[in-house]
């Protein structure tokens, strides 16, 4: 089993900056896909940003330019920056980590006030 914790969430005012960390535990095994997901209340959850065991990320439209995703040489803890944040609705941001199976964190709210 693997546990996913993530961090670095909490409000923030508009054009703000945050960077979230996940920290990975466990029966760590080489990983395929990680990725942070969001979800704000009402919403589907959506695909924010991912990176490959190759390292090649990929970015939902809306982030692009302002969002980067990275990770530690172990692979243990991966982190998302997020810059110019945009005032809306809270969301819930968890970290996804494919690897032996797929793991979940329990998620780490953003708010962004003006």
């Known amino acids: 089993q693997v546990q996913l914790v993530e961090s670095g969430g909490g409000f923030v005012q508009s054009g703000g900056s945050l960077r979230l960390s996940c920290v990975a535990s466990?029966?760590?095994?080489?990983?395929?896909?990680m990725a942070w997901y969001r979800q704000a209340l009402g919403k589907q959850r959506e695909l924010v940003a991912a990176i490959t065991g190759g390292g090649i990320t990929t970015y939902a439209d809306s982030v692009k330019g302002r969002f980067t995703i990275s990770r530690d040489k172990a692979s243990r803890k991966f982190f998302l920056e997020i810059n110019s944040l945009l005032l809306g609705t809270p969301a819930v941001y968890s970290c996804?980590?494919?690897?032996?199976?797929?793991?979940w964190g329990q998620g780490t709210q953003v708010t962004v006030s003006s």
């Open positions: 466990g029966r760590i095994v080489s990983f395929t896909t």
């Open positions: 996804m980590r494919r690897g032996g199976g797929e793991y």
